[in-house]
């Protein structure tokens, strides 16, 4: 299989028929009330904790473990699970209990190679949030961990299971619209991103997404997905990669960018470019995939086709120019160049379920039936490490090459 079929994740027939979360969800309707499924949460923070109340939906689930450093997220958890959850400080305590079926990997990114490598390795399956690693070098050794132990892997990308993007994407990869050949992704807030902390030592445990040392920043923490996305269309990581980013609003001891914008480069030359501000949220979250013959709009709530007018052909006779115009390299006729500005064409895919609970759905049903994931290492490989190489890029002022993943075996 090559790399363009592997990125494409599941075959076109599941995918343009939205199955594949709904398959999951059929078989957990055979799932005995005794069939517990015992779960151990590395990292109850807000992202943990929205994973926790997804899991707690699906039949037999049970959250039999967490573990944190910051005491406060033990009693939170308790509330959400409905009764005391044994409780840990140190994750390597929590491996030690036999009852656990999996792990979910939801600490700062910066810890994510750390307890994903340990859960493996402890003869567990993971669900690991993304961006999967924090530098190249920790999504490598997640691969090659995954590799090595043989164990189910499912990173955190769950926009992979929401049935409009499934069905949207196969009809790209479908060519309806054309050949694609760019691709605009923009990721807007009016935030600034800091939490509140009750205590000043506890302002890197809190708002570490703010600093370095723990962070990827925008890249990682909204950007991965939209990489993820643009893989999934193009059928392939990116080649390389180019960025800039500032601090232009909250100098307030932060050290991350409040705005990045980043070109990444993929075969034929092709580019996603990805844009993302803290200061103004008009264009939000959408995705914009542009082919020769029409655009799709790809937005956490839907998808919308747009289809290009007539193509611009060659130039016409000398007469015919002179009576009618001709559009060239720099047009002088004006009519035609304004945006379109009708409805599109919505795509009719059901929204379903909240796609985290899909993608959780979808994981638990994944190691009950021994399979692996569509969102797998690979999946999380592409994404991380072009998130990764594009803070690298930033930060040095330079295009970075991106490494391909090592080949299987």
Not at 131 to 142: K, N, W, Y
Not at 266 to 272: A, L, Q, W
Request: aromatic share 8%; net charge neutral.
């Amino acid at each position: 299989m090559n790399r363009r079929d592997f990125l494409g994740g599941a075959s076109a027939s599941v995918l343009a028929s939205g199955m594949l979360p709904l398959l999951a969800q059929d078989r957990e309707k055979n799932v005995s009330p005794d069939d517990t499924f015992s779960v151990g949460v590395i990292g109850p923070g807000s992202r943990g904790q929205e994973l926790i109340r997804q899991l707690l939906r699906i039949r037999g689930v049970r959250i039999a473990a967490v573990c944190d450093i910051y005491e406060p997220r033990f009693a939170e958890v308790d509330q959400l699970a409905g009764s005391p959850v044994p409780r840990y400080k140190d994750y390597r305590h929590m491996l030690e209990r036999k009852d656990l079926d999996a792990i979910v990997v939801a600490t700062p990114l910066y810890l994510h190679a750390e307890h994903v490598n340990a859960a493996l390795n402890s003869g567990r399956a993971v669900y690991g949030e993304k961006s999967m690693g924090f530098t190249p070098e920790d999504s490598l050794s997640i691969l090659r961990t995954v590799s090595e132990t043989g164990k189910i892997f499912q990173v955190g990308h769950q926009y992979r299971y929401a049935p409009w993007f499934q069905d949207a994407v196969q009809r790209v990869r479908d060519l309806q619209i054309g050949k694609v050949t760019q691709i605009v992704a923009y990721w807007n807030r009016n935030a600034d991103w800091r939490r509140p902390v009750p205590e000043p030592k506890d302002e890197r445990l809190i708002n570490w997404r703010l600093y370095r040392e723990y962070s990827g920043g925008l890249l990682t923490e909204l950007g991965s997905h939209h990489i993820d996305v643009a893989n999934w269309v193009l059928g392939e990581q990116p080649i390389d990669v180019i960025g800039v980013g500032s601090i232009a609003v909250y100098h307030d001891g932060r050290e991350v960018d409040d705005n990045v914008q980043v070109i990444f480069g993929y075969s034929e030359g092709r580019r996603m470019t990805f844009t993302s501000m803290t200061s103004n949220s008009l264009m939000g979250e959408q995705l914009w995939i542009y082919g020769t013959s029409g655009s799709l709009q790809l937005t956490l709530e839907d998808a919308t086709f747009y289809y290009e007018p007539r193509p611009i052909h060659a130039v016409n006779p000398h007469s015919e120019m002179m009576q009618h115009g001709v559009t060239t390299g720099a047009s002088f006729r004006a009519q035609g160049e304004m945006p379109y500005r009708g409805p599109g064409t919505r795509l009719a895919t059901a929204s379903g379920d909240d796609p985290t609970l899909v993608a959780c759905r979808s994981f638990v049903d994944c190691v009950r039936g021994k399979k692996q994931p569509l969102a797998d290492v690979q999946i999380g490989y592409a994404a991380a490490i072009a998130a990764a190489c594009a803070n690298r890029s930033i930060q040095s002022g330079r295009k970075e090459i991106i490494p391909p993943a090592p080949a299987a075996g």
